[in-house]
């Protein structure tokens, strides 16, 4: 297991300071959710620069997942309020 340098542990500091002020700034759930995609796309185009080509596939991925899952909610709700 690597342990951060303090170089490492600095740039994260600075990443999760300059996200968590623009969530503090969200005016809204849809403003969150633009800070959120806009972070998870930040952090995947990272990740491709540094070798993960797989990065943008991955958080397609998990999206379809979370779409799928409020979608399959959706219609067991639907169904249970119509029986």
Same mark, same amino acid.
Do not use: Y
């Given at each position: &297991? @690597? %342990? &951060? %340098?303090?170089?490492?542990?600095?740039?994260? *500091?600075?990443?999760?300071? $300059?996200?968590?002020?623009?969530?503090? /700034?969200? +005016? @809204?759930?849809?403003?969150?959710?633009?800070?959120? $995609?806009? =972070? !998870?796309?930040? #952090? !995947?185009? =990272?990740?491709?620069? @540094? /070798?993960?080509?797989?990065? &943008?596939? +991955?958080?397609?991925?998990?999206?379809? %997942?979370? #779409?799928?899952?409020?979608? =399959? !909610? +959706?219609?067991?709700?639907? #169904?249970? *309020? @119509?029986?």
């Amino acid at each position: &297991m @690597s %342990t &951060m %340098t303090p170089e490492d542990r600095r740039r994260l *500091h600075n990443v999760a300071k $300059f996200w968590n002020e623009r969530l503090a /700034g969200a +005016e @809204s759930d849809a403003d969150l959710v633009r800070i959120c $995609f806009d =972070r !998870a796309k930040a #952090a !995947a185009r =990272r990740a491709q620069r @540094s /070798g993960n080509a797989r990065a &943008m596939h +991955e958080l397609a991925e998990l999206l379809a %997942t979370w #779409a799928e899952q409020q979608e =399959r !909610a +959706e219609v067991n709700r639907r #169904a249970r *309020h @119509s029986a």
